[in-house]
């Protein structure tokens, strides 16, 4: 995995251009459980992560909620509010105790209007945000939920792998109705197609914690291009 594949907007300035950045936010403590925003707000704020952790998510009219994505140190929320004033369309929720830097929207917006080197950063971050959302809604779309939650694998083994001599070590617990979040389905659809796998020696799961054993097998069925690192996490 080259360095460049798992750096975040954040890695990718320079030391006078974070740091001048940071001058212009505001540091916050937000505990776990607490909201930065919900669907349909106005954006106001971007949030700089330097510790704990955000999830992205979208729900629906009858109460399904799905999963998009884990936000961690270093990671940008909120940035898809720049230059417009489009509504929020997803959820942000803390999920661990975070410390934040909150810019105000029209500050970066500032910012990037005099600052090249940072406005052509979050050039780059946000299409590099836009191919992970594409490919995360391809895998959706396209693969129905047995592909869909193959792909929520890799990107887990991406993102909380351990390589172990019996394969790929997901540090991280995960229950069966997260990952029918993740995937939009029941948690019983999920059940059974982790059984299936499971009969298969495709995975193990022990105490909700899943090895993956074959996954060159779950890349096969997808037919995965090995896209970067940073298009293929959760």
Not at 88 to 105: H, K, L, P
Not at 139 to 165: E, M, P, T, W
Not at 199 to 205: A, G, L, T, V
Request: overall charge positive.
């Amino acid at each position: 995995m080259k360095k460049e594949d798992t750096m975040t907007f954040f890695d990718g300035l320079r030391h006078e251009e974070q740091q001048l950045l940071l001058s212009k936010g505001t540091e916050i403590n937000v505990q776990k459980g607490s909201s930065l925003f919900l669907e349909g707000d106005q954006p106001n704020h971007i949030y700089l992560v330097k510790s704990g952790k955000v999830r992205l998510s979208k729900s629906t009219i009858d109460g399904k909620v799905l999963f998009i994505e884990l936000k961690e140190k270093n990671d940008l929320v909120g940035e898809l509010s720049l230059y417009n004033s489009l509504k929020v369309t997803c959820n942000a929720e803390v999920v661990s105790d975070a410390m934040m830097i909150r810019f105000d929207r029209s500050t970066v917006e500032e910012i990037c209007n005099e600052n090249g080197a940072i406005a052509i950063a979050f050039m780059k971050w946000l299409s590099t945000h836009n191919n992970f959302i594409l490919a995360q809604f391809r895998d959706l779309i396209f693969c129905g939920k047995k592909g869909a939650l193959y792909s929520v694998l890799i990107r887990l083994s991406n993102s909380h792998g351990k390589q172990q001599k019996n394969g790929i070590f997901i540090n991280k617990k995960l229950t069966n109705q997260e990952l029918a979040n993740y995937v939009g389905a029941t948690r019983e659809s999920i059940s059974r197609i982790l059984k299936s796998l499971a009969s298969e020696n495709i995975i193990s799961i022990n105490s909700k914690y899943i090895t993956i054993h074959k996954i060159h097998y779950l890349k096969e069925q997808l037919r995965c291009e090995d896209c970067p690192f940073i298009e293929c996490k959760l």
